[in-house]
């Protein structure tokens, strides 16, 4: 059985209220999470996604609405949040820059000692993290933070929430930056914690493959609202309505579309480069007109 573990209905939040300067950056956004969702948030930029998965965790409080995360409720003022965030792993975009600590080891082991964990405990944890994210513990944990790549210095990152051990995973805008090699190495990981943790996963993303190939269902927001949602394929099937949000669909979809302009008789409801060519062999399949 799952279980609802998000629920965000009717979501309001401004930056530098009752100042000049106010924004409004989310005005009536609602989404719904499950403990075994492996989801993605979607959108423009300045669309409200960061401002909404920082309520996940209780980083920001809601100015108008609800936010309920494994049952606590986040617009209560009483609310202790301390405990959420050890259950909420929220990795920020750009994590690497806030590594701190010159060993890798040591900076995955940051959470894990702040919980008090015993010393065996807090070993036992940064080597599964760390294998979690594909860096060896004997291999990597001596080495130094701020020599590594961009792509390990992200894995070390990410190490460092696994380590506390949370039951929901959120990822904002998690390929951002990363070299072809480095990104397909972040999304297996990911795909493996959700797979073989049992973390329920939510990335917030603004590029339409990394959305295709990684999620299962999908929430769009635009303009502080959440616009769409559905499975990913539901949503990709909505080109017309992603084209007029400027979001436009996956590079693998768009050459199905292309193909099919040019009179092949090719399925276009693809989503990652291995159905395109299984499409491409089979000519046609039984969901094509
Ligand atoms: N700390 C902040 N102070 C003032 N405005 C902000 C701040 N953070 C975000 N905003 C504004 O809020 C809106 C939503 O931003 P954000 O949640 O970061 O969107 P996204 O993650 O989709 O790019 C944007 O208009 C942005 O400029
Ligand atoms: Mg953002």
Same mark, same amino acid.
């Given at each position: ?22 924004? /409004?950056?989310?005005?009536?956004? !609602? ?10 948030? *979607?959108?423009?930029?300045?669309? +409200?996604?960061?401002?909404?998965? %920082? ?15 494994? +049952? ?16 909420? !792993?929220?990795? @920020?975009? %750009?994590?690497? %820059?806030?590594?701190?600590?010159? $060993? ?5 082991? @940051? !959470? ?9 405990? /807090? ?10 994210? !594909? ?17 390990? *210095? ?9 380590? &506390?051990?949370?039951? &929901?995973?959120?990822?904002? #805008? ?39 190939? &990684? ?12 616009? *769409?949602?559905?499975? /990913? ?34 399925? $276009?409801?693809?989503? $990652?480069?291995?159905?395109?060519? #299984? ?11």
């Amino acid at each position: 059985m799952t279980e609802l573990i998000v629920e965000v209905r009717d979501l309001w939040h401004w930056y530098l209220r009752g100042t000049p300067l106010e924004t /409004v950056a989310v005005q009536g956004v !609602g989404l719904e999470l499950r403990s075994d969702d492996l989801a993605a948030i *979607m959108g423009h930029t300045g669309s +409200g996604k960061s401002t909404v998965v %920082q309520h996940l965790n209780g980083l920001l409080r809601p100015h108008r609405g609800t936010v309920r995360v494994f +049952g606590q409720d986040l617009g209560d003022p009483r609310l202790d949040a301390r405990p959420l965030r050890r259950m909420v !792993g929220l990795v @920020f975009q %750009q994590p690497e %820059q806030q590594l701190f600590d010159p $060993t890798v080891g040591d900076d995955i082991a @940051f !959470g894990p000692r702040q919980l008090r964990c015993t010393p065996e405990e /807090v070993r036992r944890r940064v080597r599964t993290a760390m294998e979690r994210v !594909g860096l060896g513990f004997d291999a990597y944990k001596d080495r130094y933070t701020f020599g590594l790549s961009g792509g390990e *210095m992200r894995r070390v990152a990410l190490a460092g929430v696994l380590a &506390l051990e949370p039951r &929901l995973l959120v990822l904002d #805008e998690p390929t951002a930056g990363l070299d072809p090699r480095g990104r397909a190495q972040l999304l297996d990981s990911i795909r493996a914690l959700h797979a073989q943790a049992g973390m329920a996963v939510v990335i917030v993303s603004h590029d339409m493959d990394v959305v295709a190939e &990684l999620a299962r269902s999908v929430w769009v927001l635009a303009g502080g609202r959440t616009v *769409m949602h559905g499975s /990913v394929r539901e949503i990709f099937a909505r080109v017309d309505e992603l084209r007029e949000l400027r979001l436009g669909i996956p590079q693998v979809s768009e050459l199905a579309h292309e193909l099919r302009r040019a009179g092949h008789r090719v399925r $276009t409801d693809v989503l $990652t480069a291995g159905e395109l060519a #299984e499409a491409l062999y089979s000519g046609t399949s039984p969901s094509s007109p």
